[in-house]
């Protein structure tokens, strides 16, 4: 019986709007409590949302406001700019 190959998860980037394999790509999570950051680890509880792990493609998602239409919600300059913060100093540490 011949072993089936086992399925990667796709997910698109709401940046580029690339189809990825999920582990290439960051979530972005949206808690219950409306709470917004970035999931390293993809374990976070919450509606998730997915960027590439590059600063350019969350500076196209901001720009068009692909994360507020994803999570119905009102994201903060001072938000996106922490979240570009943190995406460029995990891009230094790989």
Do not use: H, W
């Not at 409306?34 to 509880?45: F, M, N, Q, V, W």
């Amino acid at each position: 019986m011949p072993v089936k190959p086992k399925k990667i998860p796709m997910r698109m980037c709401l940046g580029c709007g690339e189809m990825k394999p999920k582990k290439e790509l960051v979530r972005v999570v949206r808690s219950k409590e409306g709470e917004i950051s970035l999931d390293l680890t993809g374990k976070k509880a919450g509606r998730g949302a997915y960027i590439c792990a590059d600063a350019e493609c969350l500076k196209k998602a901001r720009k068009a406001r692909r994360l507020e239409k994803n999570f119905a919600c009102r994201i903060d300059d001072e938000l996106y700019d922490s979240m570009e913060k943190e995406l460029s100093g995990n891009e230094q540490q790989q």
